[in-house]
């Protein structure tokens, strides 16, 4: 299967405790998207990469989120001190070169739950 | 701001009963439209999409949707409805250079036998 995967697909923690998620696009895509669905609601913009360049944050993005995209390959988004409201499903998208690049791919997610 | 509004949070068709799915946009400039379907357990699932040209595009699974600018709306359409079209739908838009999309809150389709 060549789409987009992430990892792991379910991750319970407790609160205050450090995640990491991992999002491996598809090969030749530039461009990659994280976003995060709450229940009952689309999918929210959190950070864009092209290649291995954060080019956008959202300013849901607290201090307390970080992403990377080393060597413009797979991306980690990282959440310290994990609070309840974190709760929610972690999407990654991608889609290739171009200025209006069209279609994102989509990842199955991350559903975090925070005791 | 741009923003996106599915008006219907729930929609219960009859099996073999037609579907409109309400969207409507907020952008100032030409907007690239997408419908993306998401079934449970399921990543989103792109349906069809609009950037230019025929205002009435085709998409998969027999879906369609209508670009009306002057009413700032791309309305989703099916003739017929299937029990494995139940999930939940998102409009979006996407916007700038960075080619992030603005998603609706979703409307969830049930379908009855």
Redesign the interface.
Known sequence: DTGVSQDPRHKITKRGQNVTFRCDPISEHNRLYWYRQTLGQGPEFLTYFQNEAQLEKSRLLSDRFSAERPKGSFSTLEIQRTEQGDSAMYLCASSPRGLRSGEQFFGPGTRLTVL | AQS?T?PD?HITVSEGASLELRCNYSYGATP?L?W?VQSP??????LL?Y?SGDTLVQGIKGFEAEFKRSQSSFNLRKPSVHWSDAAEY?C?V?TG??????????TTLQVKP
């Open positions: 996106v599915q949070i690239y997408f993306y357990g399921q990543g989103l699932q792109l999409k950037f998102f979006a996407e250079n960075t080619g992030k999309l603005i998603f609706g809150q979703g």
